[in-house]
C-alpha cells in the first residue's frame, strides 16, 4: 500500500552501493541475456540428492536453537579444514561470509574511522563498512594482488586504519592471486602499524589446481581474521560461513553476534557438517574445480579470439572472475552489451570512489559453456 509519509532513514542507509547489487540482481533475474554478471555458483555443483538424504537422518540439534558460536561438531569440521587449526576459542559460525565482514565491521568501527579495501575490491564489503560510516581507502592490486609497498606507503604517511580487508585467493571482481612472499610481507606491515587484517577465503579452496600459498591467518593469527564461506563451496542456500581470528577478537564478534542473528541456522550446520566428514565436500570441490577451470579457459580462448588488441584481462588460476580493461565506458558498455543480450558488471561498482570506469568484470561460474563463446563475441563487437 503507497504511503504518504517521507520516512526519515538512518545516515548510515545512504552509503549508496546497494542499488548497484540490484541493479546486478535485475539483470540476472533477465533469462534472455547470457550473463557473465552475478558471482553465483553453477547450480550443478548444488548436492541435492546428498543433502536429501542427510536431512532425513538429521537428530533433533538440526532443528533446534544453536550456541551462537556454533554447534560443537561443525567448528571441529571448519577448524580441521584450515592450514592453521584455530583454537576453540578462535573460531565462530556465522551466516555466510558476509556475516563475518558485517560483525567485524559493527565490532570495530565507529563513524568516521579508517578502513583500507583493495582498488578494485568485492562490493558487499565496501557496503559493510560503508554501514557503520567508515571512511574507505583503497590500494591498488596488480596481477600478483595487493600491492604491498603502496598499502605500506599510505601506513608510512601517517593513515591508521583500524581494519585492512584483502582477498588473497582469486579476488573478486580481479581474478588476481597475492603471490607467496607478498603474504610474508603484508602481515609483517600489519603488524608493525597494529592493523587487523581480514583476510577473505571465499573463493580460496576453489583453485583450479587445487593448491593454495598460505593463508594469511596461518602466517599471522596475530593481527588476521579470516572470514570464509561455504557459498561457493557447499552451496549458499544454508548462508554458511566462519570466522578465525584472535581469541578476544572472535570473543567480541560472538558477542556482536548476539544481537544480530543470534546463532546461525542449525540445520546447515549438521548437512555441512555431515556431508565434511563423509568426504563428500572434497569430491564436490574436485567436481567444481574442473567445471570452473574448463568455463574459464573457454572464456579465455573466447576473449583471445575476439576482442581487439587495445582490451586486456586477467588470468585467474581459480575462483569465478577475471577483469577485462580496455579504453571504454564501462557504463555505457555494460548498457550496450546488455541491449545486445550480454550481461556484465561495470566496473565502478567495486570501488568505493567512482573508479573503475575503463573495466568490467566477467564472472563465468554461472554460464553455460555453450553460450561463453557467443556471449564474449557479442561483447567484443560491442567493444
Ligand atoms: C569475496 C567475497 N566474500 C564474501 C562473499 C559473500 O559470501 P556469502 O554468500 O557466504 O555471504 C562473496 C560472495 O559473492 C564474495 O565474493
Request: aromatic share 8%; charged share 20%.
Amino acid at each position: 500500500m503507497a504511503t504518504t509519509h517521507t520516512w526519515q532513514f538512518a545516515e548510515r542507509t545512504r552509503a549508496g552501493a546497494g542499488d548497484g547489487i540490484a541493479a546486478i540482481l535485475g539483470l540476472l533475474g533477465n533469462p534472455e541475456l547470457i550473463s557473465f554478471a552475478g558471482g553465483f555458483p553453477d547450480p550443478r555443483t548444488f548436492p541435492a540428492d546428498r543433502v536429501a538424504g542427510l536431512a532425513a537422518e538429521l537428530d533433533a540439534s538440526a532443528f533446534q536453537y544453536a550456541p551462537t558460536r556454533g554447534l560443537e561438531g561443525i567448528r571441529d569440521v571448519l577448524a580441521g579444514r584450515l592450514d592453521r587449526r584455530p583454537e576453540d576459542d578462535e573460531v565462530l559460525v556465522t551466516s555466510g561470509g558476509i556475516e563475518a565482514l558485517e560483525l567485524v565491521a559493527k565490532s570495530f568501527l565507529d563513524r568516521g574511522d579508517d578502513v583500507v579495501v583493495e582498488a578494485p575490491t568485492y562490493l558487499g564489503a565496501i557496503m559493510a563498512f560503508r554501514s557503520f560510516e567508515a571512511n574507505v581507502h583503497t590500494v591498488p592490486v596488480d596481477a600478483d594482488g595487493l600491492d604491498v609497498d603502496a598499502l605500506a606507503s599510505l601506513l608510512e604517511g601517517g593513515l591508521r586504519p583500524k581494519l585492512l580487508y584483502t582477498i588473497p585467493d582469486h579476488q573478486n571482481p580481479a581474478g588476481v592471486t597475492l603471490a607467496a612472499d607478498r603474504r610474508a610481507a603484508l602481515v609483517e606491515v600489519a603488524r608493525r602499524h597494529g592493523t587487523l587484517v581480514i583476510e577473505d577465503v571465499a573463493y580460496r579452496e576453489l583453485g583450479f589446481d587445487g593448491t593454495a600459498p598460505p593463508s594469511l591467518w596461518s602466517l599471522a593469527p596475530d593481527v588476521v581474521v579470516q572470514a570464509g564461506t561455504t557459498s561457493k563451496t557447499f552451496f549458499p542456500g544454508v548462508r554458511l560461513g566462519w570466522a578465525a581470528g584472535p581469541a578476544e577478537v572472535v570473543a567480541q564478534l560472538v558477542s556482536a553476534k548476539q544481537n544480530t542473528d543470534q546463532c546461525s541456522g542449525a540445520l546447515g550446520q549438521r548437512l555441512f557438517e555431515e556431508y565434511a566428514r563423509r568426504g563428500w565436500l572434497e569430491e564436490q570441490l574436485a567436481r567444481s574445480r574442473e567445471l570452473y577451470a574448463r568455463k574459464c579457459a573457454l572464456l579465455l580462448d573466447a576473449l583471445r579470439a575476439s576482442m581487439p588488441e587495445s582490451v586486456s584481462w586477467t588470468t585467474p588460476r581459480g575462483g569465478f572472475f577475471s577483469w577485462l580493461t580496455g579504453s571504454f565506458d564501462a557504463a555505457e558498455l555494460a548498457r550496450r552489451a546488455a541491449d545486445a543480450g550480454v550481461a556484465v558488471v561495470p566496473g565502478a561498482l567495486f570501488y568505493p570512489d567512482g573508479r573503475g570506469g575503463d573495466s568490467v568484470r566477467l564472472s563465468f561460474s554461472m554460464v553455460d559453456e555453450a553460450q561463453i563463446a557467443p556471449g564474449i563475441e557479442t561483447l567484443a563487437s560491442v567493444v
